[in-house]
């Protein structure tokens, strides 16, 4: 059965930071996209930033620059989300999707609450 499962949300004060984990499972995260996405309620679905089988970020419209940074660790089959700088618009639930083969796998999301 493949699977992502996002860990890490929270509650972090504007400023600060914050990584969020997708732990895959059968399937290999390193052979596929992975896609971190957001949603505000009310707002639709967007994507944040991604990466893909040969290691390369791709980062999506109003998410460019190094304030959201994505990697990966192959041995724990994990893809980390990095977030940096955070202020109250960043306040979402985020997703973990990977795509295997032309099958979409999303993940139930985690949420952050940027906050003082």
């Known amino acids: 059965q493949m699977q992502v499962v996002e860990s890490g949300g929270g509650l972090v004060q504007p400023g600060g930071s914050l990584r969020l984990s997708c732990a895959a499972s059968?399937?290999?995260?390193?052979?596929?996209?992975i896609q971190w996405f957001r949603q505000v309620p009310g707002k639709e679905r967007e994507p944040v930033v991604g990466l893909d089988s040969m290691n390369s970020m791709l980062h999506y419209k109003g998410f460019t620059g190094s304030r959201f940074t994505v990697s990966r660790d192959n041995a724990k089959n994990t893809v980390y989300l990095q977030m940096n700088r955070l202020t109250p618009e960043d306040t979402a639930v985020y997703y973990c999707r990977a795509n295997i083969r032309g099958t979409i796998v999303w993940g139930k999301g985690t949420r952050v609450t940027v906050s003082s």
């Open positions: 059968g399937f290999t995260a390193s052979d596929n996209l």
